[in-house]
């Protein structure tokens, strides 16, 4: 009897040892496992000096205290003056007493008031580590950086590293409604519980304050872009300062969705016309009633005139107009308007894809200085791979910010393993040539092309109440991979790949190596198992759960995979050359032309700009049938050999995270054989062709893939 009790016991407690470890994200702060590494990290780190006393400086002590104390595995104290010990000195620039300053000549103009510096020095012949920046908030981010260097393991002689961030808004965009439930978010409901703001002050907001403060994100828009009025109410905005409250000391600014036609819903007014000055007057009262509860209230996210929501055309106005009186409503104080481009409509006939350079490049030049264009990656709808977006590089007087999706709506929710990085670095790196070669859309993002003030990176977040926040282990990195990139749009999504999984599982290289690997090729996958060679948008209607190319029946013909993949006799792919819809005259010259040309365009982006005879001949010499059904094998392939990597690792990872990884991957590989036969039996039809040696036989027919019903699915 005791036995049994003490193994219930014991399972209970491993359980939630290990589901603490999902939780606690890349911020394990695990005890260093080489000893004599932790021997050489406690000589220099024999205590910690704090020298600020703001609430973010007492935040960062604390970071620095627990973190290097679990891993250290020795108490680390802070003290808040100088001895004769090791320590890491930390504070601002401004509490740096002289002899500190002359030991470290640093040179704040070397940084922004974000940015930090970490620099080895030495005072009366010992040894310290000086985490400084220019304000609070830039040691905060040194000490992460600082904390992530032991994380890995990595030396901490002769330290000199100078970072600021590249961009000024670093923001994730929460899909939330109100009522908990997450628009396209596959872990849980929403994390803000309203019904208990402002007065229950859950855990996990200080938790999700940190984990962004770790990875340099500095603001949050709290609501669905698909905006509810209610959220501007004083009931709810009560709620908002509370979360900005507990986000404030971490550096983030808190931002909400405006529900363009709130002076209707919430104010009592006929109509929400931003030439009216009544209503111009409603926002300016609003802005004010707003930021004198939060100060430091970042500003509004705005979805106009766009898949049904409403907006200034609704009276004859457009987009200009509605940014900017907007705009003038918050610009008193020092808010900013995040204004979006996702437009399209059922009445223009235009190719969907062109629909929003077509509308938003005339307006370049005509926005107020404290409005940002939001656009997303892709010109149709974050799609596995899609070309960049012809706005990026197009507005030379606009500032433009990048729109990612975290979340998983188009790659397999978060039940598949698809590490988003890789598709963020590669949009990021594209080059649109726009002010000659060498104009990447990091460039136009960062603000360095064209010199803008305001610049940023938004990421449609995939966090949710599930105990892990992100629904799939690995999904977690997705979040972190975007912080670092929206923090630095340079950086190689490898090194992030790595960071990652040392600060979230270990640092033994058996482990690193091939699950890096997996990683990296996760994406690709995805691409080939979903939509190779450019195709796109051939996902169920409506939930975006598995495949649909069939699907034709929906009242908006933008709806229906039909319209984007055009399978026919005569081959595949939506031509948007100069021959059909000419969408590729968007770009500049030198881009338009490697993608108009079929022989240049790049292969992967194929039937995204062109429709392909079955018979065309690809690079590998194979006819587009026989490339296109080898991609959907090679994608299961991929998927495979993903589960055979993980197979191998167990003994590296606490069972839960391994167990759930590989539950995960066993659908995964499910749904990737699902992918290959539903869309190739499906596109058979039109090329007549057998498949080729090397794919495997489909083991349903098309009827039955398409019979298949999920009128639950997550998130829609
Ligand atoms: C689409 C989503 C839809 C969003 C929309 C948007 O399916 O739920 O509301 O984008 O970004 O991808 O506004």
């Known amino acids: 009897m005791i036995s049994l009790r003490l193994i219930f016991l014991f399972l209970i407690i491993s359980f939630s040892a290990s589901a603490q470890k999902d939780y606690k994200l890349w911020l394990q702060y695990d005890k260093i496992a080489n000893t004599d590494l932790r021997t050489k990290y406690l000589s220099d780190i024999q205590g910690i000096v704090s020298l600020g006393n703001s609430e973010t400086a007492v935040t960062s002590s604390k970071e620095l205290e627990n973190g290097l104390t679990e891993m250290l595995g020795t108490k680390i104290t802070v003290k808040s003056k100088l001895d004769q010990a090791s320590s890491i000195i930390i504070g601002s620039e401004s509490s740096l007493n002289s002899e500190i300053q002359k030991a470290s000549e640093i040179d704040f103009n070397q940084i922004n008031d974000e940015g930090f510096i970490i620099k080895s020095i030495s005072i009366k012949n010992k040894k310290h580590i000086l985490i400084s920046g220019k304000k609070d908030v830039g040691v905060l981010y040194g000490i992460y950086s600082f904390l992530r260097l032991i994380q890995t393991n990595k030396s901490i002689q002769n330290l000199d590293i100078i970072d600021s961030p590249k961009t000024n808004i670093r923001i994730l965009n929460h899909w939330d409604n109100l009522d908990r439930t997450v628009e396209r978010g596959y872990a849980g409901f929403s994390l803000w519980n309203w019904q208990k703001l402002p007065d229950f002050i859950d855990q996990r907001y200080i938790d999700y304050a940190r984990a962004n403060a770790s990875i340099g994100i500095n603001g949050t828009v709290l609501t669905n872009v698909n905006a509810n009025a209610l959220i501007l109410t004083p009931q709810y905005l009560e709620k908002v300062e509370a979360l900005a ?120 030049g005509k926005f107020k200085e404290n409005v940002i264009v939001q656009v997303k990656n892709g010109a149709i709808d974050f799609q596995p791979r899609e070309p960049f977006h012809p706005l990026f590089g197009a507005t030379p007087k606009t500032p433009l910010m990048m729109e990612f999706q975290i979340t998983q709506e188009y790659l397999g929710f978060s039940t598949h393993l698809v590490y988003l990085p890789k598709l963020f670095q590669e949009v990021l790196e594209s080059d649109t040539y726009q002010k000659g070669k060498g104009s990447t859309v990091a460039k136009v993002v960062d603000g360095t092309l064209y010199k803008n003030k305001i610049t940023g990176i938004a990421g449609v977040a995939n966090i949710g109440n599930d105990i892990n926040w992100t629904g799939h282990p690995f999904a977690q990195a997705n979040w972190y991979g975007f912080g670092r990139l929206a923090w630095n749009p340079y950086l190689d999504s490898e090194i992030i790949a790595d960071e990652w999984l040392r600060s979230t599982f270990c640092n033994d290289e058996n482990f690193i190596r091939p699950v890096k690997e997996m990683m990296i090729n996760s994406r690709e996958a995805v691409v080939n198992y979903m939509t190779p060679l450019g195709l796109h948008h051939i996902m169920d209607t409506g939930h975006h759960y598995g495949p649909g190319p069939w699907v034709s029946n929906l009242s908006r013909p933008e709806w229906n995979p039909v319209y984007y993949h055009k399978a026919d006799k005569n081959g595949i792919g939506f031509d948007r050359s100069k021959t059909g819809t000419n969408a590729v005259a968007q770009y500049a010259p030198e881009a338009a032309k490697i993608f108009d040309n079929l022989e240049t365009c790049p292969e992967k982006d194929l039937l995204w700009f062109h429709h392909v005879p079955w018979d065309y001949k690809l690079k590998d010499g194979h006819n587009l049938w026989d490339g296109m059904a080898l991609k959907y094998q090679e994608g299961v392939n991929q998927v495979k050999a993903m589960q055979e990597t993980w197979n191998k690792i167990e003994k590296y990872v606490d069972s839960q995270r391994f167990k759930e990884v590989q539950m995960l991957l066993n659908i995964q590989y499910k749904e990737a054989k699902w992918w290959r036969d539903a869309c190739l039996l499906y596109f058979q039809q039109y090329s007549g062709k057998e498949l080729p040696i090397g794919v495997e036989k489909p083991t349903q027919s098309l009827e039955y893939f398409q019979s298949l019903k999920f009128p639950f699915a997550p998130g829609n």
């Open 245 to 364: 409250k507990v986000f404030r000391p971490y550096g983030i600014k808190v931002y909400l969705t405006a529900r363009f036609s709130a002076p209707i819903e919430i104010g009592g007014l006929k109509t929400a016309d931003p030439k009216d000055a009544a209503i111009a007057n409603w926002w300016k009262a609003k802005a004010k009633e707003i930021y004198t509860i939060i100060p430091d209230f970042g500003g509004f996210l705005v979805k106009a005139n766009s898949e049904g929501q409403p907006g200034p055309q609704n009276y004859g106005r457009d987009h200009v107009d509605g940014a900017n009186m907007l705009a003038d409503a918050v610009a008193p104080f020092g808010g900013i308007i995040m204004w979006r481009a996702f437009v399209y409509s059922e009445h223009d006939a235009n190719d969907r894809a062109k629909q929003a350079y077509a509308e938003f490049q005339p307006y370049d």
